[in-house]
């Protein structure tokens, strides 16, 4: 199949949650088909151009005007009250991205449109009566709606509530616009049923790379871990109330415990934690995550928001470690609790979980061990690519069909 995936950013660098799911959703459909890549950016990036390259017969970028001057971001957010559009939508919204994608279709015989993420459902009128599929990678609506909760400024949270209230009117929407949706989770789904009766959804889950998640070697006692950067405000609010009301908790009961916490950005009260207490360390980006989880006893992941399927808990789990995290933070996750992954919601329970598994290294041992298993049996990305090409295959010979058969038998007809 000739597939044209556009999505609202390049997935390189593969080193966080929409790029990791992207850049693995396109390596893996490249090995069958051909792929075009039209990706939106701040700024042209010719190394990430690159890189994609590797995968997709074409690479183009289409440059936002935000991009260009920082105020054009915020005068966007202003003249978005005005606009029935969510902002996330809006500030894609482009003629000249329309005509490209209009032309790409025409120069390369599109079989299929693969659309990555709400923010791009406008351009569904762009693609004619080509099969179309668009991506959720979470229920917007449901993450916006945790991040108000999360935020005390009453403008903020009045102003995230509007945003709140449009994404969930343009989600019901859009929704059956297409001729599939995906979503990440049965949860996922169910909730975007609920907005869309009339959509085609069906689960797609995201996926790992097993065979790069793979531990070596065993781990360091009395060693927690957090990987994710901490410019996103539900990872900063997670490492900030995971320091505030559970660490202390910890270290009170394990006082030999260290955590280390690796990502973009950290937190002020990371920084100065780490500057006063010798067991606990913070590094910036770095390029490879596995050597720190290698080292870990137990992955933490004390999301108290967000939305989707969180990568990192996969990926943890991947690695054969154990992984305590909250509801949001396994959420979607065919996990069995307390066998493959813990879960608490309370910092009580939270830091409780964490001390016994700290003070019971075999057990922690185990609950890695059958998460490791699970991966492989359930979310493995050969599992996972294999579905996806299977849905889409049959959506394109369905829609062909039903057009040669209207072609033939009735003119005019619609397409189902």
Same mark, same amino acid.
């Given at each position: $199949?000739?597939?044209?995936?556009?999505?609202?950013? /390049?997935?390189?660098?593969?080193? &966080?949650?929409?790029?990791?799911?992207?850049?693995?959703?396109?390596?893996?459909?490249?090995?069958?088909?051909?792929?075009?890549?039209?990706?939106?950016?701040?700024?042209?990036?010719?190394?990430?151009?690159?890189? $994609?390259?590797?995968?997709?017969?074409?690479?183009?970028?289409?440059?936002?005007?935000?991009?260009?001057?920082?105020?054009?971001?915020?005068?966007?957010?202003?003249?978005?009250?005005?606009?029935?559009?969510?902002?996330?939508?809006?500030?894609?919204?482009?003629?000249?991205?329309?005509?490209?994608?209009?032309?790409?279709?025409?120069?390369?015989?599109?079989?299929?449109?693969?659309?990555?993420?709400? &923010?791009? *459902?406008?351009?569904?009128?762009?693609?004619?009566?080509?099969?179309?599929?668009?991506?959720?990678?979470?229920?917007?609506?449901?993450?916006?709606?945790?991040?108000?909760?999360?935020?005390?400024?009453?403008?903020?949270?009045?102003?995230?509530?509007?945003?709140?209230?449009?994404?969930?009117?343009?989600?019901?929407?859009?929704?059956?616009?297409?001729?599939?949706?995906?979503?990440?989770?049965?949860?996922?789904?169910?909730?975007?049923?609920?907005?869309?009766?009339?959509?085609?959804?069906?689960?797609?889950?995201?996926?790992?790379?097993?065979?790069?998640?793979?531990?070596?070697?065993?781990?360091?006692?009395?060693?927690?871990?957090?990987?994710?950067?901490?410019?996103?405000?539900?990872?900063?609010?997670?490492?900030?109330?995971?320091?505030?009301?559970?660490?202390?908790?910890?270290?009170?009961?394990?006082?030999?415990?260290?955590?280390?916490?690796?990502?973009?950005?950290?937190?002020?009260?990371?920084?100065?934690?780490?500057?006063?207490?010798?067991?606990?360390?913070?590094?910036?980006?770095?390029?490879?995550?596995?050597?720190?989880?290698?080292?870990?006893?137990?992955?933490?992941?004390?999301?108290?928001?967000?939305?989707?399927?969180?990568?990192?808990?996969? /990926?943890? $789990?991947?690695?054969?470690?154990?992984?305590?995290?909250?509801?949001?933070?396994?959420?979607?996750?065919?996990?069995?609790?307390?066998?493959?992954?813990?879960?608490?919601?309370?910092?009580?329970?939270?830091?409780?979980?964490?001390?016994?598994?700290?003070?019971?290294?075999?057990?922690?041992?185990?609950?890695?061990?059958?998460?490791?298993?699970?991966?492989?049996?359930?979310?493995?990305?050969?599992?996972?690519? *294999?579905? $996806?090409?299977?849905?889409?295959?049959?959506?394109?010979?369905?829609?062909?069909? &039903?057009?040669?058969?209207?072609?033939?038998?009735?003119?005019?007809?619609?397409?189902?």
């Amino acid at each position: $199949m000739n597939i044209l995936f556009v999505s609202p950013e /390049n997935p390189w660098p593969p080193d &966080h949650g929409h790029h990791i799911r992207t850049y693995n959703v396109i390596k893996w459909l490249a090995k069958n088909h051909t792929l075009h890549l039209v990706a939106f950016a701040k700024h042209p990036n010719p190394q990430a151009e690159q890189e $994609m390259r590797a995968f997709c017969h074409t690479v183009e970028t289409l440059v936002l005007p935000e991009g260009k001057w920082r105020w054009r971001f915020f005068a966007g957010l202003f003249i978005n009250l005005f606009s029935p559009l969510p902002f996330t939508v809006q500030k894609f919204v482009s003629s000249t991205a329309r005509l490209r994608l209009q032309a790409l279709i025409r120069l390369y015989a599109i079989d299929i449109v693969h659309v990555d993420m709400l &923010h791009l *459902a406008t351009y569904r009128p762009c693609f004619d009566d080509l099969p179309t599929v668009l991506v959720h990678h979470n229920i917007e609506s449901l993450l916006m709606q945790r991040k108000m909760r999360l935020y005390t400024n009453p403008l903020i949270r009045f102003y995230l509530y509007l945003q709140y209230r449009k994404l969930s009117r343009f989600e019901s929407r859009v929704c059956s616009a297409f001729d599939l949706c995906t979503a990440v989770s049965d949860y996922d789904r169910e909730g975007l049923q609920q907005k869309s009766p009339r959509a085609s959804i069906r689960v797609i889950p995201n996926g790992v790379d097993s065979d790069y998640f793979r531990s070596q070697n065993p781990p360091e006692a009395k060693r927690l871990a957090w990987v994710g950067g901490m410019r996103d405000y539900e990872n900063a609010s997670a490492v900030d109330y995971f320091l505030r009301q559970i660490w202390p908790k910890i270290e009170a009961a394990v006082p030999e415990t260290r955590a280390v916490f690796v990502g973009r950005r950290p937190t002020a009260l990371l920084q100065s934690l780490a500057q006063k207490n010798s067991r606990i360390t913070c590094t910036d980006y770095v390029a490879d995550v596995r050597p720190f989880m290698e080292k870990a006893a137990i992955f933490i992941a004390p999301l108290k928001s967000g939305g989707g399927t969180k990568v990192k808990v996969l /990926n943890a $789990m991947s690695m054969a470690r154990a992984v305590v995290t909250t509801s949001i933070g396994a959420e979607g996750i065919l996990a069995m609790p307390g066998k493959e992954i813990v879960i608490a919601d309370h910092p009580e329970d939270f830091a409780e979980q964490v001390i016994r598994l700290l003070q019971n290294p075999q057990q922690a041992k185990a609950i890695g061990k059958a998460a490791r298993q699970r991966i492989q049996e359930t979310y493995d990305w050969s599992i996972v690519a *294999a579905e $996806m090409e299977r849905l889409y295959g049959a959506l394109v010979e369905k829609i062909k069909n &039903h057009q040669s058969y209207c072609r033939a038998e009735i003119p005019n007809c619609r397409r189902p």
